[in-house]
């Protein structure tokens, strides 16, 4: 079975500074997609970013990048010039790429970005 | 805009009354549907995957008689909490997958209080 996990329950950054977000996951597929989404106060879930495992080139979105490490089975998310409106929970999910597509989050990890 | 909308965003509902909680895929006709309970702070819980057409299937220790998932049309998944209990008090999600499989779309959510 697949698993997420999340080591770091709460970090917090300055503004414009960068953070990394830890994320591992175990599995013993050889392709699927990794995601980071995020939560925000009003708790709508918002996709971050997204990898697929046969890539080898990290997935880059503006200010957020990821450290793919297949190997490692590692998914870190880097979010550079951090902004207030960065402030929010951070969930890493994992999904196959057949069968029936189910999610797998992790247990989050709360952002706060300080003025 | 909204790719799924959830419907209500919030209800509150006494012991032992049934409450309905709807979402409806806006963009595309979703042939599958994903609902999930989170608990506060913590992650999101996969409860059901609704499938347009047949039965939902239930992840273990999922109450199916409890937690009633209709998904009758392309646009339309409702979860009907039934006997409701103040246990039953949660933050509920629904999600759809894009026409590639490869992204998840949520709803807003809808926050049950069960009194």
């Known amino acids: 079975a697949q698993t997420v996990t999340q080591s770091q329950p709460e970090m917090s950054v300055q503004e414009a500074e960068t953070v990394t977000l830890s994320c591992t996951y175990d599995?013993?597929?050889?392709?699927?997609?990794l995601f980071w989404y995020k939560q925000p106060p009003s708790r709508q879930m918002i996709l971050v970013i997204r990898q697929e495992a046969y890539k080898q080139q990290n997935a880059t979105e503006n200010r957020f990048s990821v450290n793919f490490q297949k190997a490692a089975k590692s998914f870190s998310l880097k979010i550079s010039d951090s902004q207030l409106g960065d402030t929010a929970m951070y969930f890493c999910?994992?999904?196959?790429?057949?069968?029936?597509?189910?999610?797998?989050f992790g247990t989050g990890t709360r952002l706060k970005v300080l003025a | 805009g909204a790719v799924v909308s959830q419907h209500p965003s919030w209800v509150i509902c006494k012991s032992g009354t049934s409450v309905k909680i709807e979402c409806r895929s806006l963009d595309f006709q979703a042939t599958t549907m994903f609902w999930y309970r989170q608990f506060p702070k913590q992650s999101l819980m996969l409860m059901a995957t609704?499938?347009?057409?047949?039965?939902?299937?239930?992840e273990q220790g999922v109450e199916k008689d409890k937690f009633l998932i209709n998904h009758a049309s392309l646009t339309l998944s409702t979860l009907t909490v039934t006997s409701a209990h103040p246990e039953d008090s949660s933050f509920y999600i629904c999600?759809?997958?894009?026409?590639?499989?490869?992204?998840?779309?949520f709803g807003q959510g809808t926050r049950l209080t069960v009194v």
């Open positions: 999910a994992f999904r196959t790429t057949s069968g029936t597509y189910k999610y797998i």
């Open positions: 609704s499938n347009e057409g047949s039965k939902a299937t239930y």
């Open positions: 599995t013993s597929e050889n392709n699927y997609y």
């Open positions: 999600s759809e997958l894009d026409r590639a499989d490869t992204e998840a779309f």
